[in-house]
């Protein structure tokens, strides 16, 4: 694949402006807690425009990476800038490597450090996403979609039985365990903000545990026929159900007014971006899938990256 390196048409002095307004909004403070005076002076200056300062309160040494995933990283503000909006837009780590002519193990490294503080950071509560107590809409499709996640580039020994097939055979319900974990998708479908949850299993505990987490207490949930959504439909559950019925088509016309009202298209496409996404990264290992599909969801929440993003891929 051609490079088309820009990285280094960037001004550093630009970038680390950009990083220091996006993740320090209020100003610098010291890792205790002090504010830094405008006008105080750096007490490092050798890596420019990343200067150190040391707190005159407490005698703290910092700069704007201190408290974050980057503290203590020899890149370049400009290589920063590039990682994060790589990371962000899904790019696959081989492909900024190659173009920016950076160590692999390293920024994968740091790639997967980034993608664990979005999942930890999801449901703050940003505009554009979803609050603490869970999606607000009254009506949210559910479905679940399988990723193949198992040891990144096993070697495929038996001749007899090729790739292709063995995948097949891997059909039906995937788990954590068998190297096929389920994403469990919420769509909103009057806010349109989606979550996702990587999941050990999709018996019908899993599924209310996370169902129950994240949508409203209300909610009528649109499901496939899938048994382990059978709990809504109990008397004792707030939330309510539809469910479609795939071997008779997408919609089905259950009131009988003309109008297939069940569906869950809207998940349906959004599984095809997931997977198109995830297929870039040539295998992704089960146990950072989350951190994957986390930042997935960011990047489907958000049109535009924003300081508060910016604050939560870089862990604050
Ligand atoms: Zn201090």
Known sequence: MIGFPVDELLSEEECYRYLKRSLHPEGLFCPN???????????????????????????????????????????????????????????????????????????????????????????????????????????????????????KRKPHRNLDDPPRQRANKARGRGTYENDRPPVLGMVGRETGWACFRVCVDTKEETIRRTVAGETAEEACIFTDENRSYLWLESEKESRSRRAVDHSRGWAEDRDEDGIREIHVNTIEGIWTSLRNRLRRFRGVHKDHLSGYVAMFELAFNHDQITPALLQRMCGM
Not at 106 to 117: D, F, M, N, T, Y
Not at 131 to 137: A, C, E, N, Q, T
């Open 33 to 151: 807690g002090h504010e830094l005076p405008d006008d105080q002076a750096p007490h490092d200056r050798r890596r420019t425009p990343i200067v150190d300062y040391r707190c005159r309160e407490c005698g703290a040494v910092f700069n704007i990476f201190t408290g974050t995933v980057w503290s203590k990283t020899h890149y370049d503000p400009s290589t920063i800038v590039m990682l994060l909006r790589g990371f962000a837009k899904g790019v696959p780590t081989k492909q900024l490597t190659d173009e920016m002519d950076l160590a692999y193990p390293s920024v994968l490294k740091r790639r997967h450090r980034i993608q664990e503080a979005v999942q930890q950071g999801q449901r703050v509560g940003l505009p554009g996403e979803a609050p603490k107590d869970g999606l607000p809409d009254p009506e949210v499709e559910a479905d679940e979609m399988y990723q193949n996640a198992g040891e």
